[in-house]
Structure formats: structure tokens, C-alpha cells
Antibody, heavy 120, light 107 residues
Framework: QVQLVESGGGVVQPGTSLRLSCAAS????????IHWVRQAPGKGLEWVAL????????YYVDSVKGRFTISRDNFKNTLFLQMNSLRPEDTAVYYC?????????????WGQGTLVTVSS | DIQMTQSPSSLSASVGDRVTITCRAS??????LAWYQQSPGKVPSLLIY???TLQSGVPSRFSGSGSGTDFTLTISSLQPEDVATYYC?????????FGQGTKVEIK
């Protein structure tokens, strides 16, 4: 079955960087766009970024443009989110989610999430 | 960017009640609208896509309708396991904006 496992979260200081990973299995990773979605403590879901199946198309929410970079390694079935210049408002659980349907697609499978805390 | 607005923000209903949640898009999104359920402490899961198509395994008491800018999620007979926060999301284009969520509780 589809499995998405995020890793790389932790506690970091404002202005620093962190790289999240999402290891995928149970489906043809190379065929699907993948998203990052985050959820601040006690808050709702916020869509963060999207990468097409081949990595050629990327989109970001305005609040992370120029700071976050989404990428993927289709040989290793892994998605990444490089997060630079982190701010306290980036504190959240970060989920990777598999897309389905017409691009950009809806999210039919989600990982368990990894917590990022940005605090001094 | 298109904004997604859900109402109400929360509701409390009795077991067996019919529950309706609405989602309004600031511009038309055709039928590129999904609904997700997030039970307390759990990961979000897909309920409905293409505005009205039930995801495999989702109980038939859930249904979705609408097109363009106005959408509805209905639970025909609320069950205790339906306590959750429900989110709509538009996916016709990026960004895939979510609504702010509707928290459903049992009275």
C-alpha cells in the first residue's frame, strides 16, 4: 500500500535552515505530483508547495517563495523540502501528500508528518 | 489567488442528525474541489474529490455537491466517529488553497 514517511523535522533557531525528506513506497513515485502541506499547532491546513512528476513544474505559497525549495529524486523515491531563513511562523507539522487527478490534483495519501519548531 | 471560505467554523449536532458544511470559492473552480476529514490527533484523509465523488472506503452517509463557487459536504446521519475537522480544498490550479476548516462535535 501507499506509504509516505517524512523525516528531518526538529527545533531550530530563526534564520537557520532545515531539509525535510519524504520517502515514498507502494506506488510508482515517478508518475505522481507530490505536495507539502503544513499545519501550525492548533490551526488549519495550509498548502505549501507542489512538484510535478518529473520535477519540471514547481509551485509555492507566497509566504515561502524565495525561502523554500521543493525537489525530488525519482531514483530514490524521495521528496525534499529545503527550508531556509526559517521564521517562527513556519512552526508546524509538515505533511507530504501524493497527488491524484488532473494536475495539480487532490491529495489521496498523506504521510504522518514531521514537526518543525522555529524558536530562539 | 482564489480564497476558500467554509461555514460554519464549528457546529454541534446530535447523533443521527443531518449535517451540512458549505465551502465558497472567491472565483469559480469548476468541480476541482476536494473534502478532507481530520479526526482529533490524526492525519487528514480524503473524503470526496471532484466535488461529489466519494473516495473508496468512505461511508455512504457522506456526500458532496456543487460546482463553480459553491459547494456542500453533507453527513446524512451523524455518527460519533464523525467527530473531526473537515476541510475543503480547491485544486484546479496551484496554490491548492484549503478552507479554514469546520469542527464537528457531538451534542
Amino acid at each position: 500500500q501507499v506509504q509516505l514517511v517524512e523525516s528531518g523535522g526538529g527545533v531550530v533557531q530563526p534564520g537557520t535552515s532545515l531539509r525535510l525528506s519524504c520517502a515514498a513506497s507502494g506506488f510508482a513515485f515517478i508518475d505522481y505530483a507530490i505536495h507539502w502541506v503544513r499545519q501550525a499547532p492548533g490551526k488549519g491546513l495550509e498548502w505549501v508547495a507542489l512538484i510535478s512528476y518529473d520535477g519540471g513544474i514547481k509551485y509555492y505559497v507566497d509566504s515561502v517563495k524565495g525561502r523554500f525549495t521543493i525537489s525530488r529524486d525519482n531514483f530514490k523515491n524521495t521528496l525534499f523540502l529545503q527550508m531556509n531563513s526559517l521564521r517562527p511562523e513556519d512552526t508546524a507539522v509538515y505533511y507530504c501528500a501524493k497527488s491524484r487527478g488532473s494536475f495539480p490534483g487532490y491529495l489521496d495519501s498523506w504521510g504522518q508528518g514531521t514537526l518543525v519548531t522555529v524558536s530562539s | 489567488d482564489i480564497q476558500m471560505t467554509q461555514s460554519p467554523s464549528s457546529l454541534s449536532a446530535s447523533v443521527g442528525d443531518r449535517v451540512t458544511i458549505t465551502c465558497r470559492a472567491s472565483q469559480g473552480v469548476s468541480n476541482y474541489l476536494a473534502w478532507y476529514q481530520q479526526s482529533p490527533g490524526k492525519v487528514p484523509s480524503l473524503l470526496i474529490y471532484e466535488a461529489s465523488t466519494l473516495q473508496s472506503g468512505v461511508p455512504s452517509r457522506f456526500s458532496g455537491s456543487g460546482s463553480g463557487t459553491d459547494f456542500t459536504l453533507t453527513i446524512s446521519s451523524l455518527q460519533p466517529e464523525d467527530v473531526a475537522t473537515y476541510y475543503c480544498q480547491k485544486y484546479n490550479t496551484a496554490p491548492g488553497t484549503f478552507g479554514q476548516g469546520t469542527k464537528v462535535e457531538i451534542k
